[in-house]
């Protein structure tokens, strides 16, 4: 109705935020004011936190884990409520704040599989062997438990593998953790907006080797017979290395048995630091390859309950 509308803009309102951008208008948008990084449409997974900031005690600091492929887009829909898109579990109990995410999956499928799991710890094949996590502990808000668990998370395989990025959004929330945090990761604070422009920034733009491609896989020494789909070179725009995609891959697995893909590992030419990650990004965009179909309603599969065994996908398996 009209009347309970008018209710619900007063309590944004009071508490600073302009529900149509969902987002703080005042000085609580602190991470805004830090760089903002832009990533590519159709290249980004992330899987966020919020925080309830309502007024009503009975919502007040409640949290919710969801995922998306536009961060921006998702708290603002989330705060209009769930006609507008948002969630059924978020609509009319906020307003809410997108407090931090998690990103640099390599495509959805893992993305959702992470997000369950956070979700559903002591469900999770991964998280049910700690019996620490199965409840919030006494006088634990519920953003502190769940920030527990996401330190849980990035500790155990496989997701201590994969090569994520830990974003702050909001300061005023920012915390060290208390598990060991793997060197391959990034912490990292401000906002981040999605671009469907093919142009990427100066860093990020993959040139073209300044050095030709030899013929022969430097580590084989087999003649590549297909360079534009198994060639992979070093990072170092100046290196000549030339490998098959599996040569590097079991090259810089090295001394780990038990595993499949690599994390990342010297260049065996130039001894450049390598990461397996960013090797295969720059892979995908010279060839190409087009974005992923992001037409779902991200966290409206929660709703319907469809996340049961998600975590046990064969491709997550290790």
């Known amino acids: 109705s009209v009347a309970s509308f008018c209710c619900w803009l007063q309590t944004q309102n009071k508490c600073g935020i302009n529900p149509y951008v969902g987002e703080f208008t005042d000085a609580q948008d602190t991470a805004s004011e830090q760089e903002e990084t832009v990533a590519l449409k159709g290249h980004f997974y992330g899987v966020y936190l919020l925080a309830s900031q309502s007024l009503d005690p009975r919502y007040r600091g409640k949290c919710y884990v969801g995922f998306t492929v536009n ?21 009319s109990k906020g307003p809410w704040l997108m407090i931090m995410i998690v990103h640099g999956f390599p495509n959805n499928t893992v993305a959702l599989q992470f997000e369950w799991a956070w979700q559903q710890p002591s469900l999770s094949t991964r998280l049910k062997m700690f019996p620490e996590l199965k409840r919030k502990l006494p006088r634990e808000t519920f953003f502190d438990y769940n920030f527990r668990i996401l330190g849980y998370m990035l500790d155990v395989s496989p997701w201590n ?3 994520l990025s830990v974003r702050w959004l909001e300061a005023d929330y920012e915390r060290p953790f208390n598990m060991p945090f793997p060197n391959h990761m990034e912490i990292v604070s401000g906002k981040v907006s999605i671009s469907a422009s093919q142009r990427m920034r100066s860093y990020d733009a993959v040139a073209p080797p300044l050095v030709a491609w030899a013929s022969e896989c430097h580590l084989c020494m087999q003649q590549i017979v297909h360079p534009e789909r198994s060639r992979l070179g070093c990072t170092n725009p100046m290196c000549r290395l030339t490998c098959h995609m599996m040569c590097l891959a079991n090259y810089l697995l090295g001394d780990e048995p038990g595993h499949y893909i690599p994390v990342g590992g010297e260049c065996p ?11 295969l990004q720059r892979k995908r965009l010279l060839m190409g390859v087009p974005e992923e179909r992001q037409d779902h309603d991200e966290d409206r599969i929660d709703d319907v309950g469809v996340h049961c065994n998600i975590e046990e996908a064969p491709e997550f398996c290790d």
């Open 71 to 91: 961060p921006k887009r998702r708290i603002r829909q989330h705060n209009l409520g769930y006609d507008f898109g948002g969630a059924r579990k978020t609509s």
């Open 161 to 163: 593998r994969l090569p």
């Open 269 to 279: 030419l130039c001894e450049n630091r390598l990461s397996w990650a960013a090797l």
